[in-house]
């Protein structure tokens, strides 16, 4: 409790600190982006007499700063702002995203955790086995792989090839949960696919070098079961970098998988982040970078909590 305490309070502060840095960050990279955001949300129908009182109406004529810290004080109460382009509170245009995003994440987490912890745990202990060898070199592929190339190729096979799975991911029509796990059959095998090479990869360097120091030996040749030895002794001190690279994993699932969203036609959020910012929909995309941050601030704080709980030398130092 006190190890949690201690890091938990100026963590905290620093939170703060970083996500109003966030903020003003891309206020002003939204600002300097070329064009007009009322041109562009007129589109064909743009002329400088409409532009010009779209731009009254919608306060852009305001200087940056001013208009900033009016979106600050009201996303400060719980007001985000209304959507340039849509006309609508951005809670409301974002929530419905951010919920498909949730679930999209949730499925592919549940077969990250397990598939990279097994993996990994077993290409460290099999490390000399022709087997585990030809693994690793399976999931070194993975690693190089970009994801849009692998969701393509499981289109082809799984949607085209064998009908078995259905190539675009429309949650909208979904009804039930077996429904809603076959539609995101191929976007969850993706994103599992892109998360879980990079994380067997960190937990087998970090296990094999954990297997070879002295205190993993010397319980061994107490005579420990190799299980026990593995749960006990080798993976709380081999845990620290997998953690890291879920934290990256968790932050790029909220607000990075642009691509994959693409590619199965995915209505996400990331998806939204890129259309907001073709418009300059400063707003929206305001609210998708601090939800970002929130993510990624609170999977670091999680990551370095359940760290400390495994291993006894952190939470002493």
Do not use: C
Request: proline share 6%.
């Amino acid at each position: 409790m006190r190890y949690a305490l201690r890091l938990l309070i100026p963590r905290l502060a620093l939170a703060l600190i970083t996500l109003l840095a966030v903020s003003l960050a891309v206020f002003w990279a939204v600002e300097w982006l070329p064009g007009d955001a009322a041109t562009r949300i007129l589109g064909q129908a743009a002329t400088p007499e409409r532009a010009q009182v779209l731009r009254e109406k919608m306060h852009l004529d305001d200087p940056p700063l001013t208009r900033y810290l009016l979106w600050l004080g009201g996303f400060v109460r719980g007001d985000w702002g209304e959507s340039l382009v849509a006309e609508r509170p951005v809670l409301d245009l974002v929530l419905p995203r951010l919920r498909n995003t949730l679930i999209l994440a949730t499925l592919a987490l549940i077969l990250y955790v397990p598939l990279s912890l097994g993996l990994g745990v077993f290409t460290a202990v099999f490390r000399d086995r022709w087997f585990a060898a030809g693994l690793s070199a399976l999931i070194l592929a993975g690693t190089a792989m970009p994801e849009f190339v692998t969701g393509i190729l499981l289109i082809l096979v799984f949607a085209v090839a064998l009908p078995w799975f259905p190539p675009l991911a429309l949650i909208e029509r979904v009804k039930s949960l077996p429904e809603l796990v076959h539609t995101l059959a191929l976007p969850t095998i993706t994103l599992t696919i892109a998360m879980t090479a990079y994380a067997v990869r960190m937990m087998q360097g970090s296990l094999v070098s954990v297997l070879e120091s002295d205190y993993v030996r010397m319980a061994t040749l107490k005579g420990l079961p190799p299980v026990r030895v593995i749960q006990r002794h080798a993976l709380p001190n081999a845990l620290g970098p997998a953690l890291r690279v879920t934290v990256l994993n968790v932050a790029w699932l909220i607000g990075g998988v642009v691509l994959v969203e693409n590619v199965f036609n995915f209505p996400g959020i990331g998806q939204l982040l890129v259309d907001s910012i073709r418009v300059l929909d400063t707003a929206v995309v305001e609210a998708v970078a601090m939800i970002t941050a929130g993510v990624y601030i609170g999977a670091n704080l999680g990551a370095d909590l359940a760290a400390g709980l495994l291993n006894p030398r952190l939470r002493a130092s």
